[in-house]
């Protein structure tokens, strides 16, 4: 005996009348649900910490390209790493570690033809004014301004992050709740990170 299962009646299309009636009803749901979250205080606390940390970061690049808040320091002791490269009887300098007469070392990365800076010698260091980060400095022999090799992760985090949010916020992805978490957390590691290091 053959016994036949149920068929599966078949599939109407939807007309393309009825297509276009379900994408505007998808995108009113859509844009209510922004409005909703927009109104939210987790939208309003979390968009205020991300402009916060976007304009942490564009201070401590500012900081290192232009004026910054300086302290005077002596040297107890100074070390150089010379280049292999040698123009005219002169050795390239690629770093000059420093030990404070308070025994706090700085490796100024200098790349440069500069004298050795002499034993108890006055040496400056620079710092942003919000987080009061150790990024550049001077030595007594060079007019110029010389990265702090440990600024130099902070450097690069600052400006990859601060980039990464303004392209986020460009195309408006703080209106959806993952992708704002996802900032949040990130932009909370990084600041953090800062604090820490």
């Known amino acids: 005996m053959n016994t036949e299962g149920k068929k599966r009646p078949p599939r109407t299309p ?3 009348e009825e297509v276009a009636e379900l994408v505007i009803l998808k995108k009113i749901r859509e844009h209510k649900k922004i409005a909703r979250f ?3 205080p987790t939208y309003k606390i979390f968009n205020i910490f991300n402009v916060a940390c976007f304009f942490i970061y564009c201070e401590l690049f500012f900081c290192f390209l232009g004026p910054c ?3 005077k320091h002596y040297s107890k002791s100074v070390s150089v790493e010379y280049s292999n490269h040698n123009t005219s009887n ?3 300098i690629s770093s000059v570690k420093v030990t404070g007469v308070n025994n706090v070392q700085y490796e ?3 790349n440069d033809f500069i004298a050795t800076p002499p034993k108890f ?3 400056e260091v620079g710092k942003d004014f919000l987080l009061q980060k150790e990024i550049k400095g001077s030595i007594s022999t060079s007019p110029h301004q010389y990265r702090i090799q440990r600024a ?3 450097l690069f985090l600052s400006v990859f992050v601060a980039v990464f949010s303004f392209i986020f916020f460009a195309y408006n992805l703080n209106q959806n709740p993952h992708s704002l978490r996802a900032i ?3 932009n909370a590691v990084t600041v953090l990170a800062f604090i820490l290091i």
């Open 14 to 16: 939807l007309s393309p």
């Open 152 to 154: 130099s992760p902070i």
């Open 121 to 123: 010698s006055q040496f």
């Open 38 to 40: 927009r109104k939210s």
């Open 184 to 186: 949040t957390s990130i």
């Open 69 to 71: 808040h300086y302290q």
């Open 108 to 110: 100024f990365l200098v």
């Open 90 to 92: 002169k050795f390239l």
